[in-house]
């Protein structure tokens, strides 16, 4: 196993390969009234780690947490990615740093200090890659009513500025000959030149190029999207984040998060 | 090298440059035709193994997907238990000289010997030619050829995207199972996945 070891070697004797904080919008909680945790993973510089779908290689990324008994932790709230291309393939993720948000729910256990843990299991890239699993504890005093860290809250702030909201009117969306069809009313349709798509759930999209063509006729927008090489059946549902860009391809903002049946 | 593309706030010229994703294999298609040799130096072409099941295996030794199948001598137990059901497993090395995971024939063999492979030839690709021919993108990625020459598995080794080596067990491998559906003369359920790991090291 001589030709395998170094990579872990390397792996454990760098713990600073990633390192991972918690920050609560918090100073103290009350019960039943939910508030914003940010996982921050700082990065070295110049590497990068995964969005929900990684694209072409890589890993999801991921954040488990201990809570309190009944608490709950809603699903991750990832900002908007970036793409990151090479030899013809495209991944999603951040660089430098990435920083995932939930909302915590705290329930029917209150004690006086909740501890709030996050386990983070994230692949680290430059040009070659090292899993990272990392975790970060906070601790969250009760009050008789939450009073908001500020500066927390407004590092969160601009973070839930990078995600994307709901797209509130997502059309239809058909799958016939090898194509998805995605018919949106022009009225409600984010205004754009062009749009990109991030494909949540790897391998119904291809990830290199997602939207093959935009027209918009009769009131409609109809965008056709290329299938990944490895769909074979009818997605059942179309997830991901819609992007409208302008000018020179620019993205205007973070993007619309979609999650609507495939008829 | 990483080109990267701001879309936040930057310019995208990403989906420009990248307008078409590479071609590649076909599920219910023939398999790309190929000639590569081996560690030993042996020639091997795709059509000598019509009329048995092949399983193409992309792999780079350093790379901690790979690591996580080998480790625990996993692959090692897929391959053997094909082989024994007379399949012919080749394991494919598409990273170019000075990039991660590349190694020469003796390299190669001492590794097989190393880890114990039970693979039936590692097949030497330092171009990429073959690699891209069947847009291999992440080691491990997995590929199974009926006795047609008709592809009928791409994708992942297994349904756990993880990098630990003890989600394996639980993980469904999808390379096994399109084995044991077509030879029992069932379609392949699951014929393809999104390949996970580590991108395909091909010369800049």
């Given at each position: 196993m001589s030709l395998i070891a170094p990579l872990f070697l390397a792996a454990l004797a760098n713990p600073a390969l990633a390192n991972v904080s918690l920050r609560a919008g918090v100073t103290t909680y009350a019960p039943n009234s939910p508030f914003t945790v940010a996982v921050h993973v700082k990065l070295q510089p110049g590497w990068h780690t995964y969005w929900m779908n990684p694209g072409d290689s890589g890993m999801p990324s991921r954040v488990n947490w201990t809570l309190p008994k009944g608490w709950k932790a809603s699903e991750l709230r990832f900002p908007t990615p970036e793409q990151f291309s090479a030899n013809d393939f495209m991944t999603y993720g951040y660089h430098d740093e990435a920083v995932f948000l939930a909302t915590i729910t705290p329930g029917a256990e209150a004690p006086a200090t909740a501890q709030i843990r996050a386990d983070v299991r994230i692949l680290v890239c430059d040009e070659s890659c090292i899993p990272f699993n990392g975790s970060a504890t906070i601790n969250v005093r009760k009050g008789s009513e939450a009073a908001e860290n500020s500066s927390n809250a407004k590092f969160i702030q601009e973070w839930e500025q990078r995600v994307p909201q709901p797209l509130k009117t997502p059309g239809t969306i058909a799958f016939a000959k090898e194509a998805l069809t995605w018919t949106l009313p022009a009225a409600t349709a984010p205004k754009a030149k062009s749009f990109f798509f991030f494909g949540?759930?790897?391998?119904?999209?291809?990830?290199?190029?997602?939207?093959?063509r935009v027209i918009e006729e009769n009131g409609f927008i109809v965008l056709t999207l290329n299938p990944s090489d490895v769909l074979y059946e009818k997605p059942t549902q179309l997830r991901g984040i819609l992007v409208p860009r302008g000018?020179?391809?620019?993205?205007?903002?973070?993007g619309y998060w979609v999650s609507a049946p495939v008829k | 090298m990483i080109k990267r593309t701001l879309l936040v706030g930057g310019i995208a010229i990403a989906a420009l440059a990248f307008a078409q994703q590479a071609a590649g294999p076909r599920i219910g298609a023939v398999a790309p035709a190929f000639t590569l040799p081996d560690s030993n130096g042996k020639s091997h072409n795709l059509?000598?193994?019509?009329?048995k099941y092949v399983v193409l295996e992309w792999t780079n030794h350093q790379c901690p997907f790979v690591v996580k199948h080998y480790k625990n001598g996993d692959m090692q137990a897929t391959q053997k238990w094909a082989a024994d059901k007379g399949v012919v497993w080749l394991t494919i090395l598409s990273s170019a000289p000075g990039k991660q995971g590349f190694l020469d024939a003796a390299g190669v063999n001492s590794l097989r010997k190393e880890q114990g492979f039970q693979s039936a030839a590692t097949l030497l690709d330092p171009q990429g030619t073959v690699g891209r021919a069947y847009a291999?993108?992440?080691?491990p990625h997995m590929f199974v050829i009926d006795?047609?020459?008709?592809?009928i598995y791409m994708g992942a080794i297994d349904s756990n995207s993880s990098a630990n080596p003890a989600d394996i067990k639980g993980a469904r491998n999808h390379v096994r199972a399109a084995l044991e559906e077509a030879m029992a003369g069932?379609?392949?359920?699951?014929?393809?996945s999104q390949p996970y790991g580590c991108s395909v090291k091909y010369p800049d």
């Open positions: 949540a759930d790897p391998g119904v999209l291809n990830n290199s190029k997602p939207v093959e000018e020179n391809g620019k993205a205007l903002g973070p | 059509k000598d193994f019509s009329g291999a993108r992440t080691t006795p047609k020459g008709t592809v069932k379609a392949v359920s699951i014929p393809s």
